[in-house]
Structure formats: C-alpha cells, structure tokens
C-alpha cells in the first residue's frame, strides 16, 4: 500500500533522548549452574560459520535421516533448511524421554479454581494420550499427512495432546487462541480449509466456567458462509462425563472426545516420519488487512530453533520446572510452553487461568507449590501483579534463578520490580523480542554472558544478524540515537515458511521492502522486514519501540486496525471507523475507535456499546475498545485517506502534526474539543509520554 504521501520526513527517524539504564550482571549462582557459559560459543554462531551453526540446535533433535544441505537458498526467500533430513516433532517431544524419563511430569496442569488440584502429566502418560488421540483422528476423523485442522482450546493439558498427536501424523494444527470469538475462529478455519474442528465445552476463567462450546457453532456457521464445511466437531469435556455447556451437539457432527477415546484405548500410532521442511502448524497473527495471516511453520527447522534457544536462552535444564504463563493459543505457548521445553524434556507447567484469581498471590503460591525455577511472562501480567499486589511475592518462598519477559516493551521502572521483587534480585531476567512469523527469539540477552539493561531486549541472539535501516534503505548506526525500522539480515530455522495460501503477501510484507535485486539467490539481498520501529544504543543493545504497521499491540496481544474497523463497519449506522493505540497503564496500549455514522443520523449513547459489541463478536473480549467516539467526519487526506496519526494523536493528547495538507482541517479542532474533553471528565489524561512513546505514537499509520 502506498505510504502517506504528506510525510516527507520518517516520523520514526527523528531523535529519541532519553537516559541510558545502567547494565545488571547476573548472580554467580546462576552463571555456576547456566548452560551457556563459554564466550567461544559467540565466535561459533558468528556470521563466518552461517549458516553451518545451526547444527548445533539441530543436533538437540533425534532424526529419522541427516540432511544434506542445511540451508537451501535457490528459491528466495522461500528459505529451506536441514534439505534432505526426516524427523518427527511428538517423537522429539515425547517418545525419546521415555529411556530416561518415564514417570517424570512432563507436564503439570493447574487448574484455575484453587480447590481443585494441580495434575502431573508423566512422560509416559503424555505418550499414551498421545497415541491414543492420534489414532483417533486418523481412524475417526480421517485425517491424513498434510491435512489441516483447527482446535480452538484453552489452556488445558488437552491442548498440548491434540497438538501432539497432529505432529504425530503429520496433520498441519492451527490452534486459535481460546479467547477468541467463534466468528474469528470459523475465519481461520476456513482460510486454512480445515474440516475438523477440536473443541473444549468450558473452562474456568476468573471464577467462571465459561460456556465455550457454543462458539464452535459460531464457528461452523461462519465457515459454511465462507465456503469450508466442517465435518466433525470433536468435544474435549473440561470435565470428563459431564456436559458444562448449554449448546447442544449436532447429530452425526459433534462428539464428545472422552466418549470416543473409550475405542482407542492402548493403541500406537508410529510416527510419521516427516521431511524437515512438512509444514508442522499453522499460527494466524494480525497484519495491515483484514484478513488475518497463517503462517506457516517448519518441522525441523522450527523445532531445532526452539530446542536451541529453549536451551541458551530459557536456561532450561532437564531438571528444572517451567512455568511460562502465556497462553498456548499464541506463538509463545507452542514455542515456549510445548515444542521448546518438551523437546528439551523438562517438566512445563500450564495454568488454566487468570494470574490475578482469586488474588495476585495466587502466580506465587503456585510457584512455591511445584517450585518452579523459571518463570515467564508479558511485562502486562508484570504490571498487574504490581499494581494489585506489590508485596505479594514476598510472602512465598518460591525461588526463580531465571525470568522472561516477552510480548511488549517493558518500562524500567516495571523491570526493576520483576527483578528485585518477583525475582528477589538473585534471578537472571531475559528480554525476549521477536514475532509470531519468526518461531523464536531474536534479540535477547544469553543470561549466564551477556548483562541486562531494564528496557532494552538486547542483541541479536546466536546466528541472528540485526540491523536498523532508514526508509531509503540506508543503515542506522548504533548509539546515532535516531530510530528505524529493525531488519534480520539473515535467515534462521525458526523463521516461517510462507503465509499460508498467500504466497504474495509473504514476499511483499516482509521482503520487498529491503530486497535490492529479487533475482538474487544470495540471502545477503533479502533482509527480512518486522515492522517494528527500533534504536541500538552505542553497546549493541536494542531498544523495540513498537510496531510502525496498523498494528496496535494490546496487553502483548496483535490487534491489526483493519479487523477492528471492520468489525466496527458491521454495525448498520456506521459509515466510516478508524481504530488507534491510545496509553494504557496496565496493558500497553489499549484500542479507541473513531466512528462517523451514515447520513441523517444523529449520535447516540447506544451506538457506542453497539461497536464495542461488534468488535467482542467478531474478535474477542481482548479487543473490546477503551472508548468509541462518534464523530462528525474524521481527519481526511485530499486523496480520502483517514489520517489515523491525527486521531491517534488527540487520543493521547499529544501534538496532531502539520494538518494543512488535510482536504478537512477544520474537523481536527472540533474531535480534539469534544474528545479531549470528555477524557478530562473520565479521569483519563495520560501521564507525559516518554520520547519513545512520543515517536510510536506520531510514526502510527505512517506504513499503509
Ligand atoms: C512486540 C509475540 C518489545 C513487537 C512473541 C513485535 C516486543 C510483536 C517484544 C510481536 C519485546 C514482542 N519488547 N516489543 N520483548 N516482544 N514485541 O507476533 O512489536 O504476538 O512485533 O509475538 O510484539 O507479537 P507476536
């Protein structure tokens, strides 16, 4: 799309002043016992030994055939790695630990309500589970190598055993993120053209056992719309033998899972030996359209990046008990929370529920419970644990030796109480970058080597080449104190193999940009483009300033601004919606929607809660905006163009920028008025934003 003509000079070039944080060095308690401790490994990964370095992830992983060619370029950048090698993913994660690891948990589920106990999952017991619901969905539901299939599960052990027995079979698993709404879901089903959907009847969130059956009816309704027919719908029951949801199953279509089970008791299903390069799942992520974007992950590639990073990064120990709190349903939870630890072997703890139910004491009790030693989470979880309860950890005597954070840029002030509070100041903590298209991480700190800097995620990690370029290609130099937009300039195992049935959109969104000659074979030609804005201090370290595409990142969570227009568009009086970031203390950023209705209507309070409405429908409850305002007109270029980086700039109180080009420049002055004043009324005027702040807010809508 074409860039805003009116913005001559990149918004997110300009200058960021602020103070530089000083560095924390790890404890030698953590450095004695760290998996990486050797400076030497830096000079193997370094870019004379690419791409041959990777071997060392991929040797982590048990294969079925070497490879031959570790990094395959003819066909750009439609990279290929470990060419020739065979392996299976359920095999890695499950069958190799059973020589050593039989009765150890690989698993420890923790349900939300406090009464109900926390259940390991043995080795030995995920494989049995796993078998069995593999030969389920290969005798019963049909399905075969290759085939897609949608779950939309919460954060039960269920979710990791469907994930699983997919690899097992070679079956393409795209999970949607349980949250969301059975409209978005029945979208993903059918971009993805899956005719299974797996399913869970409730779960308990907040205290509540939430009904969620019924949106797979949604979700089955909206597919048909769309062209997909789902053939079964398979029913995991929160609750084995009772039935929590009001939704009533469908004849012939609908089955409860631990009924079936009943036929598959016992039952062995081979892995399926699969190319490294057999997509392994599929992961839907918001982009600049509408549409949502699957991308696509690769068996072995995916897997050995993980494995490698789960190691180095993520401390990970065979011994250790891990417990990363994001849901599975997003990038984080299959990498961090299943394909990472479980290859690796170690015990991986999965909580059903919100952090703060019934308090904010409760992510502390759990972890003194099963003594966890590593502990990850979003700097959103972060500020809430903060804010409702600071001195809770004090109370446990859990001890980590290594925290993540992940997801958002995290503020100092918020990464000294992670440290000095929730890690007692003896836990290393890794800042962790990177994207859902990307597997894993990307710049981050090796823990036992490298020091902390509160807000800074870190280098590039081992065998990734970060670079800052300015609109005109050119590149940024470290400590210059201006921002650009941060590139990969090489490629890595973990990165996607396409946007699933898009091929296109894969090239244009993330290599067009920087691509110098398209002809090229030579992977130096084709930096890969993540749309964030980004500064390197004079040290290296990177500093993320946010997204510089029409992506608002709310509590860690990808929102793309087209899918909440249009879900705004929905709503029958509306003609026009623009949706932007505006601060929030705790998650972020949070959503406000602009709407102008259609003519002849005049403004009214239930309009409002109508969009607010459209958005939870055809999204999800995390997308519910902040504020809807009803506009008269909104903010136009002469050429039509909706000037989001005007609006955005009134939400937040900030300058708007030069309006002169604008075909309506008079409007800006009556939203401000009307807008600004009712936010003074709410109690809502954000603090001053830090120059950072400041750039990501003016740098909003630049790319389009
Ligand atoms: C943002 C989540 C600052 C960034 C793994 C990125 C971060 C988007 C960080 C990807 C971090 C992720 N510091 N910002 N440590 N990690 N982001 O696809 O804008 O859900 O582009 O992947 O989150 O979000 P996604």
Not at 15 to 39: C, K, L, M
Not at 663 to 681: G, L, M, T, Y
């Amino acid at each position: 799309m074409a860039v805003e003509k009116d913005v001559q000079v990149s918004e997110a070039q300009i200058a960021v002043h602020w103070r530089e944080e000083e560095f924390y060095h790890p404890p030698a308690t953590f450095i004695a016992q760290a998996n990486a401790t050797d400076p030497a490994i830096f000079q193997r990964f370094s870019e004379e030994h690419f791409p041959e370095c990777f071997k060392e992830y991929a040797d982590l992983l048990t294969w079925d055939a070497y490879w031959h060619t570790t990094l395959d370029t003819s066909n750009p950048p439609f990279w290929k790695w470990f060419v020739g090698g065979r392996l299976n993913a359920s095999y890695n994660c499950v069958d190799r630990h059973l020589a050593t690891s039989r009765n150890k948990a690989a698993l420890i589920w923790v349900p939300e309500p406090e009464d109900q106990d926390p259940r390991a999952i043995t080795y030995q017991e995920l494989y049995c589970r796993v078998n069995e619901f593999a030969a389920l969905l290969r005798d019963f539901a049909g399905l075969k190598t290759g085939d897609r299939i949608t779950f939309h599960l919460p954060m039960v052990p269920e979710l990791p055993v469907s994930m699983l027995a997919c690899a097992r079979l070679g079956v393409i698993h795209s999970e949607v993120f349980g949250g969301f709404s059975g409209i978005a879901c029945g979208e993903r089903i059918a971009d993805s053209a899956s005719h299974i959907l797996v399913t869970m009847d409730g779960y308990y969130r907040n205290g509540e056992l939430i009904d969620h059956k019924a949106k797979a009816d949604e979700a089955v309704a909206k597919a048909r719309v769309l062209g997909v027919e789902v053939d079964k719908v398979l029913v995991w029951r929160r609750h084995p033998g009772q039935y929590a949801s009001k939704s009533r199953l469908v004849r012939g279509r609908d089955f409860f899972v631990d009924e079936l089970l009943s036929d598959y008791r016992g039952r062995v299903v081979e892995p399926v030996s699969m190319p490294a390069e057999a997509p392994l799942f599929l992961m839907y992520t918001s982009g600049t359209t509408a549409r949502p974007k699957g991308c696509q992950h690769s068996t072995g590639g995916y897997l050995a990046y993980v494995a490698g990073t789960s190691k180095y990064y993520q401390d990970i120990h065979p011994g250790d008990t891990y417990w990363c709190l994001a849901d599975i349903g997003w990038i984080t939870g299959h990498s961090y929370i299943v394909y990472g630890p479980l290859a690796l072997g170690t015990t991986s703890v999965i909580y059903e529920g919100v952090p703060t139910y019934p308090d904010p004491g409760r992510p502390w009790r759990i972890a003194e419970r099963l003594g966890v030693t590593i502990f990850h989470t979003a700097p959103t979880t972060i500020r809430m644990l903060r804010k409702l309860g600071p001195d809770e950890p004090k109370k446990y005597r859990y001890r980590f030796k290594h925290m993540t954070t992940v997801g958002e840029p995290i503020e100092p002030e918020v990464w000294r109480w992670y440290h000095d509070i929730v890690g007692k100041g003896t836990a290393v903590i890794v800042d962790t970058w990177w994207q859902t298209e990307n597997g894993g991480f990307l710049c981050s700190t090796l823990p036992a080597l490298q020091p902390m800097k509160p807000g800074s995620c870190g280098p590039g990690v081992l065998g990734i080449y970060p670079v800052i370029y300015d609109e005109n290609g050119r590149v940024v130099e470290a400590g210059s104190g201006r921002a650009g937009n941060i590139c990969i300039r090489n490629p890595w195992p973990g990165i996607f193999q396409t946007v699933w049935g898009q091929p296109e959109r894969f090239v244009q969104i993330y290599y067009e940009k920087y691509c110098q000659n398209k002809t090229s074979t030579d992977w130096h030609d084709w930096p890969y483009f993540a749309g964030d804005g980004a500064l390197k201090a004079a040290d290296g370290y990177f500093r993320i300033l946010g997204r510089v595409d029409d992506v608002i990142n709310v509590a860690g969570h990808r929102l793309g601004t087209k899918e909440l227009e249009s879900a705004s568009l929905t709503v029958d009086e509306v003609a026009e919606a623009a949706a932007v970031p505006v601060l929030d203390e705790l998650r972020g950023r949070a959503v406000e929607i602009y709407v102008s209705l259609k003519p002849g209507l005049a403004p009214r309070a239930d309009f409002e809660e109508k969009v607010a409405r459209a958005i939870e429908t055809q999204i999800g409850k995390i997308a519910r905006p902040k504020n809807v305002w009803i506009v008269p007109d909104m903010p136009k270029t002469r050429s039509g163009k909706i000037m989001r980086r005007v609006i955005a700039g009134i939400s937040n109180f900030t300058d708007v920028g030069d309006t002169s080009t604008l075909a309506n420049p008079e409007i800006v002055d009556e939203i401000r008025r009307h807008v600004q004043a009712e936010k003074v009324a709410r109690g809502e005027v954000p603090r001053e934003l830090s120059p950072q702040e400041l750039a990501e807010i003016k740098a909003f809508g630049r790319v389009e």
